[in-house]
């Protein structure tokens, strides 16, 4: 089972720097429980990486690099300590064994993808083009 600890520091530190595409990433390979999601490491081989290396990738200040992706997100975006890391410890202490752990984190990746689009289902859609043109009509 996550722990509470590891849950928080997802809710607080990583879901709000996640991008869209990195989530989506990270969903696709714990369902298909992929061997690309390794533990243990940050890196192993390009494409292989861990939870973190496969967010980074997917994020535009750390899209570029390869094998320090996942620390440098983690400590530049998320402003975590990687060796701290509550997630990233949990992570690599399941190994892929303890699917209660994989289960738990998919769902809740899960449901912040869900939160997301339905706050963005909600967001009332501006036409730019028309506000633009409504503020110079008003001058």
């Known amino acids: 089972m ?10 607080q530190s990583w879901l709000p720097h996640v991008t869209d595409s990195g989530l989506d990433r990270v969903i696709d390979l714990l369902a298909k429980g992929s061997p690309m999601l390794i533990h243990g490491s940050f890196t192993r081989a390009t ?10 990738w997917n994020h535009p200040q750390t899209t570029h690099l390869t094998l320090d992706a996942g620390v440098t997100w983690l400590n530049r975006v998320a402003g975590l300590n990687p060796a701290t890391s509550s997630v990233i410890r949990e992570w690599d202490r399941c190994a892929g064994a303890d699917f209660e752990i994989r289960a738990d984190l998919l769902a809740v990746l899960k449901e912040h993808r869900q939160a997301r689009a339905d706050r963005s289902d909600d967001a009332p859609s501006c036409n730019r083009i028309n506000r633009v043109a409504q503020v110079l009509a008003e001058n």
């Open 47 to 56: 494409p292989m990486g861990c939870l973190a290396t496969h967010i980074a």
């Open 2 to 11: 996550l722990s509470k600890e590891s849950i928080r520091e997802l809710q």
